[in-house]
Protein backbone atom coordinates (compact mmCIF):
# COMPACT_ATOMS: atom_id res chain seq x y z
CA UNK A 1 0.00 0.00 0.00
CA UNK A 2 3.13 2.26 0.44
CA UNK A 3 6.78 2.30 -0.03
CA UNK A 4 9.38 4.71 1.05
CA UNK A 5 8.34 7.86 -1.43
CA UNK A 6 4.65 7.50 -0.60
CA UNK A 7 3.12 10.57 0.44
CA UNK A 8 -0.28 10.70 2.28
CA UNK A 9 -2.68 13.71 3.57
CA UNK A 10 -2.87 14.05 7.08
CA UNK A 11 -5.06 16.83 9.01
CA UNK A 12 -4.31 19.13 6.26
CA UNK A 13 -0.29 18.02 5.87
CA UNK A 14 1.04 16.15 3.41
CA UNK A 15 3.41 13.68 5.10
CA UNK A 16 5.55 10.64 4.38
CA UNK A 17 3.53 7.01 4.99
CA UNK A 18 6.16 5.39 6.50
CA UNK A 19 6.68 8.29 8.79
CA UNK A 20 3.13 9.18 9.68
CA UNK A 21 1.36 8.17 13.08
CA UNK A 22 -1.39 7.06 14.78
CA UNK A 23 -1.92 7.17 18.61
CA UNK A 24 -2.64 3.41 19.77
CA UNK A 25 -5.26 4.93 22.53
CA UNK A 26 -7.45 5.70 18.94
CA UNK A 27 -10.94 5.25 19.38
CA UNK A 28 -11.21 3.70 16.46
CA UNK A 29 -8.73 1.24 16.87
CA UNK A 30 -10.06 0.31 19.84
CA UNK A 31 -14.05 0.36 18.92
CA UNK A 32 -13.97 1.06 15.18
CA UNK A 33 -15.61 4.11 15.30
CA UNK A 34 -14.74 5.60 12.16
CA UNK A 35 -15.47 6.05 8.67
CA UNK A 36 -13.48 5.56 5.65
CA UNK A 37 -13.90 5.85 1.25
CA UNK A 38 -13.11 3.68 -1.03
CA UNK A 39 -12.53 5.49 -4.47
CA UNK A 40 -10.50 5.05 -7.69
CA UNK A 41 -9.19 7.27 -10.69
CA UNK A 42 -8.53 6.76 -13.67
CA UNK A 43 -5.93 7.83 -16.05
CA UNK A 44 -7.70 9.83 -19.00
CA UNK A 45 -6.67 12.30 -21.74
CA UNK A 46 -6.59 14.88 -19.64
CA UNK A 47 -4.78 13.72 -16.53
CA UNK A 48 -6.51 11.86 -14.07
CA UNK A 49 -10.15 11.57 -13.58
CA UNK A 50 -11.00 10.82 -9.71
CA UNK A 51 -14.66 8.84 -10.32
CA UNK A 52 -17.50 10.34 -8.70
CA UNK A 53 -15.73 11.90 -6.74
CA UNK A 54 -18.24 14.17 -4.98
CA UNK A 55 -20.43 11.00 -4.37
CA UNK A 56 -17.97 9.23 -2.53
CA UNK A 57 -16.57 12.68 -0.26
CA UNK A 58 -20.47 13.12 0.20
CA UNK A 59 -20.94 9.88 1.56
CA UNK A 60 -17.90 10.14 3.47
CA UNK A 61 -19.63 13.19 5.36
CA UNK A 62 -22.78 11.14 5.58
CA UNK A 63 -20.99 8.05 7.51
CA UNK A 64 -19.02 10.52 10.12
CA UNK A 65 -21.74 12.21 10.67
CA UNK A 66 -23.82 9.01 11.03
CA UNK A 67 -21.35 8.42 13.67
CA UNK A 68 -21.78 11.84 15.63
CA UNK A 69 -18.35 12.93 13.80
CA UNK A 70 -18.19 16.47 12.43
CA UNK A 71 -15.26 16.40 9.53
CA UNK A 72 -13.90 20.47 8.93
CA UNK A 73 -13.14 19.71 5.13
CA UNK A 74 -15.86 20.63 2.71
CA UNK A 75 -16.48 18.03 0.43
CA UNK A 76 -14.67 20.08 -2.57
CA UNK A 77 -11.89 20.98 -0.21
CA UNK A 78 -11.40 16.83 -0.20
CA UNK A 79 -11.77 16.36 -3.97
CA UNK A 80 -9.03 18.68 -4.17
CA UNK A 81 -6.89 16.89 -1.78
CA UNK A 82 -7.97 13.74 -3.64
CA UNK A 83 -6.42 15.57 -7.27
CA UNK A 84 -2.83 16.67 -5.04
CA UNK A 85 -2.70 13.27 -3.66
CA UNK A 86 -2.45 11.75 -7.04
CA UNK A 87 -0.03 14.67 -8.38
CA UNK A 88 2.11 13.97 -5.30
CA UNK A 89 2.40 10.39 -5.40
CA UNK A 90 2.55 10.40 -9.33
CA UNK A 91 -0.73 8.35 -10.00
CA UNK A 92 -3.20 8.24 -12.13
CA UNK A 93 -5.00 4.51 -12.49
CA UNK A 94 -5.55 4.42 -8.64
CA UNK A 95 -7.37 3.53 -5.55
CA UNK A 96 -8.00 6.40 -2.83
CA UNK A 97 -8.45 5.61 0.31
CA UNK A 98 -9.36 8.71 2.66
CA UNK A 99 -10.40 7.70 6.11
CA UNK A 100 -11.93 9.82 9.59
CA UNK A 101 -10.71 8.99 12.93
CA UNK A 102 -10.88 9.74 16.25
CA UNK A 103 -7.88 10.30 18.64
CA UNK A 104 -7.38 9.14 22.30
CA UNK A 105 -10.52 8.32 23.92
CA UNK A 106 -11.85 5.46 25.75
CA UNK A 107 -14.95 6.28 26.01
CA UNK A 108 -18.07 4.81 24.49
CA UNK A 109 -19.16 8.70 22.82
CA UNK A 110 -18.07 10.18 19.83
CA UNK A 111 -15.96 12.67 21.11
CA UNK A 112 -11.82 14.05 20.92
CA UNK A 113 -9.98 14.66 18.05
CA UNK A 114 -11.33 14.08 14.72
CA UNK A 115 -8.58 13.18 12.00
CA UNK A 116 -8.66 12.74 7.99
CA UNK A 117 -6.15 10.96 6.36
CA UNK A 118 -5.92 10.07 2.85
CA UNK A 119 -3.99 7.78 0.68
CA UNK A 120 -3.74 6.30 -2.67
CA UNK A 121 -1.75 3.26 -4.49
CA UNK A 122 -1.87 1.06 -7.58
CA UNK A 123 -4.58 -1.72 -6.68
CA UNK A 124 -5.67 -4.08 -9.68
CA UNK A 125 -9.90 -4.91 -9.63
CA UNK A 126 -10.43 -6.83 -5.91
CA UNK A 127 -11.81 -9.76 -6.70
CA UNK A 128 -9.44 -10.55 -10.14
CA UNK A 129 -11.03 -10.44 -13.49
CA UNK A 130 -12.20 -14.32 -13.46
CA UNK A 131 -15.97 -15.16 -13.07
CA UNK A 132 -16.35 -16.03 -9.37
CA UNK A 133 -17.63 -19.12 -7.11
CA UNK A 134 -19.65 -17.54 -4.41
CA UNK A 135 -21.15 -18.82 -1.37
CA UNK A 136 -24.62 -18.07 0.48
CA UNK A 137 -22.70 -16.81 3.91
CA UNK A 138 -24.45 -18.26 7.10
CA UNK A 139 -23.28 -14.61 8.33
CA UNK A 140 -25.93 -12.34 7.95
CA UNK A 141 -25.86 -8.50 7.13
CA UNK A 142 -26.30 -6.86 10.49
CA UNK A 143 -29.88 -5.37 10.85
CA UNK A 144 -30.06 -1.87 9.76
CA UNK A 145 -31.77 -0.71 13.68
CA UNK A 146 -28.13 -2.04 15.31
CA UNK A 147 -25.50 -0.81 12.96
CA UNK A 148 -25.53 1.84 10.34
CA UNK A 149 -25.44 -0.41 7.09
CA UNK A 150 -25.80 2.17 4.94
CA UNK A 151 -22.61 4.46 5.95
CA UNK A 152 -19.47 2.89 5.52
CA UNK A 153 -18.31 3.09 9.45
CA UNK A 154 -15.01 1.23 10.25
CA UNK A 155 -16.70 -1.41 12.09
CA UNK A 156 -19.36 -2.90 10.32
CA UNK A 157 -16.71 -4.56 8.33
CA UNK A 158 -15.93 -6.89 11.17
CA UNK A 159 -19.09 -8.14 9.45
CA UNK A 160 -17.86 -8.19 6.24
CA UNK A 161 -14.46 -10.39 7.25
CA UNK A 162 -16.18 -12.74 9.12
CA UNK A 163 -18.41 -13.54 5.62
CA UNK A 164 -15.47 -13.82 3.46
CA UNK A 165 -13.03 -16.08 5.42
CA UNK A 166 -16.22 -18.28 6.03
CA UNK A 167 -16.01 -18.13 2.10
CA UNK A 168 -12.17 -18.67 1.59
CA UNK A 169 -12.37 -21.64 4.58
CA UNK A 170 -14.83 -23.31 2.03
CA UNK A 171 -13.13 -23.28 -0.51
CA UNK A 172 -15.10 -19.99 -2.54
CA UNK A 173 -13.96 -16.52 -3.70
CA UNK A 174 -16.75 -14.38 -2.46
CA UNK A 175 -19.66 -14.25 0.18
CA UNK A 176 -23.00 -13.51 -0.74
CA UNK A 177 -24.90 -12.22 2.44
CA UNK A 178 -28.65 -12.28 3.42
CA UNK A 179 -30.24 -9.67 5.69
CA UNK A 180 -31.77 -10.96 8.45
CA UNK A 181 -35.09 -11.85 7.22
CA UNK A 182 -32.77 -14.80 4.41
CA UNK A 183 -33.13 -11.89 1.55
CA UNK A 184 -30.29 -11.46 -0.69
CA UNK A 185 -29.02 -8.26 0.56
CA UNK A 186 -24.85 -7.94 -0.45
CA UNK A 187 -21.52 -9.07 -0.68
CA UNK A 188 -18.80 -8.39 1.34
CA UNK A 189 -18.17 -4.93 -0.05
CA UNK A 190 -19.94 -5.08 -3.08
CA UNK A 191 -23.48 -4.96 -4.42
CA UNK A 192 -25.58 -7.76 -6.12
CA UNK A 193 -26.83 -7.89 -9.56
CA UNK A 194 -29.02 -11.16 -11.38
CA UNK A 195 -30.42 -10.86 -14.78
CA UNK A 196 -33.45 -13.39 -15.47
CA UNK A 197 -35.52 -12.90 -19.07
CA UNK A 198 -33.60 -9.74 -19.29
CA UNK A 199 -34.90 -7.84 -16.33
CA UNK A 200 -31.70 -6.81 -14.68
CA UNK A 201 -32.87 -7.62 -10.74
CA UNK A 202 -31.46 -5.44 -7.69
CA UNK A 203 -32.15 -5.44 -3.62
CA UNK A 204 -33.65 -2.49 -2.86
CA UNK A 205 -31.79 0.70 -0.31
CA UNK A 206 -32.38 -0.09 3.09
CA UNK A 207 -30.04 -3.59 4.03
CA UNK A 208 -26.61 -2.46 2.01
CA UNK A 209 -24.12 -0.23 1.07
CA UNK A 210 -25.68 2.65 -1.31
CA UNK A 211 -23.05 1.64 -3.58
CA UNK A 212 -21.95 4.26 -6.01
CA UNK A 213 -21.10 1.65 -8.76
CA UNK A 214 -24.25 0.13 -8.35
CA UNK A 215 -26.12 3.36 -9.03
CA UNK A 216 -24.03 4.16 -12.18
CA UNK A 217 -25.08 0.30 -13.27
CA UNK A 218 -28.55 1.19 -12.74
CA UNK A 219 -28.19 4.58 -14.64
CA UNK A 220 -26.42 2.88 -17.69
CA UNK A 221 -28.54 -0.12 -18.45
CA UNK A 222 -31.19 2.58 -18.13
CA UNK A 223 -29.58 4.31 -20.70
CA UNK A 224 -29.16 1.05 -22.67
CA UNK A 225 -33.18 0.54 -22.46
CA UNK A 226 -32.26 -2.78 -19.99
CA UNK A 227 -35.57 -2.69 -17.49
CA UNK A 228 -33.76 -2.83 -13.86
CA UNK A 229 -35.97 -3.83 -10.76
CA UNK A 230 -34.87 -3.18 -7.47
CA UNK A 231 -36.95 -5.54 -5.37
CA UNK A 232 -35.95 -7.69 -1.91
CA UNK A 233 -35.95 -11.49 -3.52
CA UNK A 234 -34.96 -15.16 -2.02
CA UNK A 235 -32.12 -16.93 -3.03
CA UNK A 236 -34.16 -19.54 -5.00
CA UNK A 237 -36.05 -16.97 -7.03
CA UNK A 238 -32.16 -16.70 -8.86
CA UNK A 239 -32.82 -19.52 -10.21
CA UNK A 240 -32.68 -20.12 -14.21
CA UNK A 241 -31.00 -16.74 -13.83
CA UNK A 242 -28.87 -15.88 -17.16
CA UNK A 243 -25.88 -14.29 -15.48
CA UNK A 244 -25.01 -12.22 -12.08
CA UNK A 245 -22.61 -9.71 -10.88
CA UNK A 246 -20.95 -7.47 -7.95
CA UNK A 247 -20.40 -3.91 -8.49
CA UNK A 248 -18.24 -1.98 -6.06
CA UNK A 249 -15.14 0.96 -6.74
CA UNK A 250 -12.48 -1.48 -5.73
CA UNK A 251 -14.35 -4.61 -7.50
CA UNK A 252 -15.76 -1.91 -10.60
CA UNK A 253 -17.91 -4.98 -12.43
CA UNK A 254 -17.44 -8.58 -11.06
CA UNK A 255 -18.68 -11.78 -13.28
CA UNK A 256 -20.52 -14.58 -10.77
CA UNK A 257 -19.69 -18.23 -12.27
CA UNK A 258 -21.97 -20.12 -9.54
CA UNK A 259 -23.90 -18.96 -5.75
CA UNK A 260 -23.65 -22.28 -3.71
CA UNK A 261 -24.34 -25.07 -6.45
CA UNK A 262 -26.29 -22.83 -9.30
CA UNK A 263 -24.69 -22.53 -12.27
CA UNK A 264 -24.79 -19.42 -14.43
CA UNK A 265 -25.02 -20.82 -18.44
CA UNK A 266 -24.45 -18.38 -20.07
CA UNK A 267 -21.76 -16.94 -21.76
CA UNK A 268 -20.44 -13.96 -19.87
CA UNK A 269 -19.99 -12.32 -23.00
CA UNK A 270 -23.02 -12.69 -24.61
CA UNK A 271 -24.48 -11.06 -21.33
CA UNK A 272 -26.45 -7.55 -20.84
CA UNK A 273 -23.74 -7.82 -17.90
CA UNK A 274 -20.86 -7.70 -20.14
CA UNK A 275 -22.30 -4.32 -22.15
CA UNK A 276 -22.94 -3.06 -18.93
CA UNK A 277 -19.18 -3.58 -17.64
CA UNK A 278 -17.89 -2.63 -21.15
CA UNK A 279 -19.77 0.92 -20.73
CA UNK A 280 -18.12 1.26 -17.13
CA UNK A 281 -14.56 0.53 -18.35
CA UNK A 282 -15.66 3.14 -21.03
CA UNK A 283 -16.80 5.75 -19.17
CA UNK A 284 -14.55 6.11 -16.00
CA UNK A 285 -11.45 7.35 -17.90
CA UNK A 286 -13.51 9.92 -19.72
CA UNK A 287 -16.98 10.66 -18.41
CA UNK A 288 -16.59 13.25 -15.59
CA UNK A 289 -13.64 15.50 -16.93
CA UNK A 290 -15.72 18.74 -16.06
CA UNK A 291 -16.13 17.62 -12.03
CA UNK A 292 -12.18 18.91 -11.55
CA UNK A 293 -12.34 22.25 -13.43
CA UNK A 294 -15.78 22.39 -11.28
CA UNK A 295 -14.50 22.65 -7.97
N1 LIG B 1 -21.31 -2.86 -0.24
C1 LIG B 1 -20.34 -2.77 0.68
C2 LIG B 1 -20.54 -3.43 2.00
C3 LIG B 1 -19.15 -2.09 0.38
O1 LIG B 1 -18.17 -2.00 1.28
C4 LIG B 1 -18.98 -1.51 -0.89
C5 LIG B 1 -17.70 -0.81 -1.24
N2 LIG B 1 -17.73 0.54 -0.88
C6 LIG B 1 -20.04 -1.61 -1.81
C7 LIG B 1 -21.19 -2.29 -1.45
C8 LIG B 1 -19.95 -0.97 -3.16
O2 LIG B 1 -20.02 0.42 -3.03
P1 LIG B 1 -19.34 1.39 -4.09
O3 LIG B 1 -19.87 1.01 -5.41
O4 LIG B 1 -19.79 2.75 -3.68
O5 LIG B 1 -17.88 1.21 -3.99
Given at each position: YYNENSILFLDG???????????????????????????????????????????????????????????????DELVKVSYELLDRNGLSNAYIRPMVYLGANMKLLSCGEVHVMMAAWDWPPYLGDEALKVMISSVERPNPKSIPVDAKVTGNYTNSIMASNEAKRNGYDEALLLDSEGYVAEGSGQNF???????????????????????????????????????????????????????????????????????????????????????????????????????
Open positions: QWVKASEAKVDLFSQTMHYGNGAFEGIRSYAGAAGPNVFKAKEHFERLKYSAEKMGIKISQSVFFVKDDVIYTPPLGNILPGITRATIIEYAMELGYPVVEKLFKPEEMKGAEVAFFTGTATEVASIKSIDDMEFAADWKETVAYDLFLMYRQRVSNAELSEFTLV
